[in-house]
Every structure is written in structure tokens, then in C-alpha cells.
């Protein structure tokens, strides 16, 4: 059992059935006991999230894996060995103990251990399986920061653990590992390159399986999200300034950006150094938006290769979200 009391107060709301909300290095997750079906629900309910959506399991140590899974391929042994913790969730084959409410009734279940100093010691001193999705109601912008959860979800959930701002920023790149296939589902930190090296397939990418994180739209601001080229911003902006009164947000490449004379007035919400900043910033350059009242952002996709993947594929969901 952990000394400090915060962590103590959380898993004691956990085994009472509570929702703990706590950081992770992607992005803030909101946590329930995975082995109780009606802390599931209220979770779900919470998130106001459709109930055949899996959450990921989340796992405090690499060897918890044997327990949720009910075969581990090789490939996932090694990404596990390789990338736990860190920002990567295995769809694997669900061990039969595992409740179908939190794999939204599929009998593959998403595991993970996060690479957070707050969420492994919550885990360590609960002792089992947190289920835990981004801690945003369904199809929003995912939170990066303790207020954030708490301006999103304020008193439905019964703690909020505060641990800062999540340095990676973008949710965990999700693989589906079966002993022929290595799916990427969704793109982040760990990218496909990655994957392949550790594992020695080429990942498909994308799939059937319902994940909502896939939806074409989701990560969605108010604000209208429009993503285009370094080489269209100008003439975007020019368009945009036609229509008067309209407010602007500006998000992208410091580089970029700085070689704008805006035809309209315009806020920058975010001017980046590089992907990882880029990742880092944009769920909460996307909050500030709709707190300023922007009516449209206007973001210059990050090149495509590294998290810049990732950043672009959340973009484009937000850019789909209206
Ligand atoms: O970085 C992250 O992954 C964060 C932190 C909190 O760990 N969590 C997160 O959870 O992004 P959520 O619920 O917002 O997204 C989980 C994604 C969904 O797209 C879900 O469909 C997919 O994981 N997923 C979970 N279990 C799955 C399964 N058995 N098969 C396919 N997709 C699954
Ligand atoms: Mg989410």
C-alpha cells in the first residue's frame, strides 16, 4: 500500500466502484475497476460513450499481461517488452475472466501499461485491471491536464489525481497482435516503423473493428477545424478574412505561421518546434479555441512521418467532427 494519502483516497473510491481520474503519459484517463461491471457502467455512462465501445485495461506491471490475455503471441511479447510502459495498447485475445462490458462485449480486450509515475503507483497500490478511457465525454477533445478533466466532467467523477501535463499529449498507438496479423488501429507515439522493427511483420493499418477512436469524426472542438498545407495557409486565410466578423485560430509550425500577414485578424493558438511539441500542445490549443469563442482553426498539418501521424490522423477527425 502506497504512503501517500491521494493514493490511498483513489483506490478506495475504485473498490467502492468510483471513477478515479488520473494522468497517463498520452493523455488523462478516467478510471474505474475493470472487474466490476456496474463501476463499467456508470463509467460509460459518464463518458456518455455507446456501450459497444471497449475501454482499455489498464496494467501495472508487463507480467499482469498472462492475466487478461488468453494467448500472447510472440510479437506482442516483444512490443510489451520492448514499449511497457509507454504509450502503446495490445488488442489480444481476452482471457475468459475478463468482463464483457469492458471489452464492449468483443472477446478481444485492449491492455496497457502507462508510463506515468502517478498512474503506476495508483495501479500498484490497487493491485489489479483500471479501465480506462480518455476522460472526456465521447467524441470530444481529450484531456491533457487535471483542469481540463475537471471542466469536462467536473463532479461526476469522484476523483480527479493531478498529475500535471501529459508529455506525450496524444492517445497511445493502438496494435492488434494474432499469431499471423499486426494491426495498427490507431496511430500515435509508437510509430508503425516501430512496430515493424520489434516485431518483424509489416503492420496493417486501420480495420473493422468498431473503435471509436477510428470514427471518422471525434476529438471534435466547437470551433470549426479546417487542416491544410503550409502552401494553402495564405490563400485559406485570405478566404476566410472575405467572410467579416469571422474569429480564427492558428495552429501549426512556428515556421509557418511566422511567415503569415494575416488578411484577417487572427489568435495563434499554438506556433510549434517540432511533432513531439506539436502533439504535446494541440488537445489543449483546441480547448483554448472554443474557451476564446474561435469560430474556425485553421492548422497546418505537421510533416508526415514519426507522432506527426498521429497528429495529422487526430486533425483530420477534429477537422470531421461538426
Ligand atoms: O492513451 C490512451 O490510450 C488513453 C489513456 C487514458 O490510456 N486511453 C484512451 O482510451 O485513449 P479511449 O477509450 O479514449 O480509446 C480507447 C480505444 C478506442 O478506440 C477503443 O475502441 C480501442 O481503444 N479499443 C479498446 N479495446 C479494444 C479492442 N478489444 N478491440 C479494438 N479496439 C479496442
Ligand atoms: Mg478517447
New binding site residues.
Given amino acids: 500500500m502506497s504512503g501517500r494519502p491521494d493514493i490511498e483516497r483513489a483506490v478506495a473510491v475504485l473498490r467502492r466502484g468510483g471513477l478515479v481520474a488520473f494522468p ?1 503519459e ?4 478516467l478510471g474505474a475497476d475493470a472487474t466490476d461491471d456496474d463501476a463499467l457502467a456508470r463509467l460509460y455512462s459518464v463518458k456518455r460513450r455507446p456501450a459497444d ?4 485495461v ?1 496494467l501495472g506491471r508487463k507480467a499482469d499481461l498472462e492475466e487478461w490475455a488468453s494467448a500472447v503471441p510472440d510479437a506482442a511479447r516483444r512490443l510489451a517488452a520492448a514499449l511497457w510502459p509507454g ?1 502503446l ?1 495490445l ?1 489480444l485475445p481476452a482471457a475468459g475472466t475478463v468482463s464483457r462490458v469492458a ?1 464492449g462485449g ?1 472477446d ?3 491492455l ?1 501499461v ?1 508510463d506515468h509515475p502517478l498512474a503506476l503507483e495508483l495501479l500498484d497500490a490497487f493491485g489489479g485491471g483500471i479501465a ?3 476522460a472526456n465525454r465521447f467524441g470530444r477533445v481529450s484531456p491533457t491536464s487535471a483542469h481540463a478533466v475537471e471542466q469536462d466532467l467536473g463532479p461526476e467523477v469522484d476523483l480527479v489525481l493531478d498529475g500535471g501535463t501529459c508529455a506525450v499529449g496524444v ?2 498507438t ?1 496494435v ?1 497482435v494474432t499469431d499471423t496479423d499486426v494491426r495498427v ?2 496511430p500515435g507515439a509508437v510509430t508503425v516503423d516501430t512496430v515493424a522493427a520489434l516485431t518483424g511483420h509489416v503492420p496493417t493499418t486501420g480495420g473493422a ?6 470514427l471518422p469524426a471525434h476529438y471534435a472542438p466547437a470551433a470549426r477545424v479546417d487542416v491544410v498545407s503550409t502552401t494553402a495557409l495564405r490563400g485559406h486565410l485570405t478566404a476566410l478574412g472575405a467572410d467579416s466578423g469571422v474569429r480564427v485560430g492558428l495552429l501549426g509550425p512556428a515556421s509557418d505561421l511566422a511567415s503569415v500577414d494575416a488578411a484577417v485578424p487572427v489568435v495563434t493558438l499554438a506556433a510549434v518546434r517540432d511533432a513531439d511539441e506539436y502533439a504535446r500542445v494541440l488537445y489543449s490549443a483546441l480547448r483554448e479555441a472554443d474557451a476564446l469563442g474561435v469560430d474556425v482553426v485553421v492548422a497546418v498539418a505537421p510533416t508526415d512521418d514519426g507522432i506527426g501521424i498521429a497528429v495529422a490522423d487526430r486533425l483530420r477527425r477534429a477537422a470531421a467532427g461538426r
Avoid: K, M
Avoid at 498520452?26 to 484517463?29: E, I, L
Avoid at 473493428?209 to 477510428?214: F, L, N, Q
Fill in positions: 497517463t498520452t493523455v488523462y484517463g465501445h471497449p475501454v482499455i489498464h504509450p495498447t488488442v471489452t468483443l478481444t480486450v485492449g496497457r502507462p480506462a478511457p480518455s492517445e497511445s493502438i492488434a488501429l490507431r473493428t468498431p473503435a471509436p477512436g477510428t
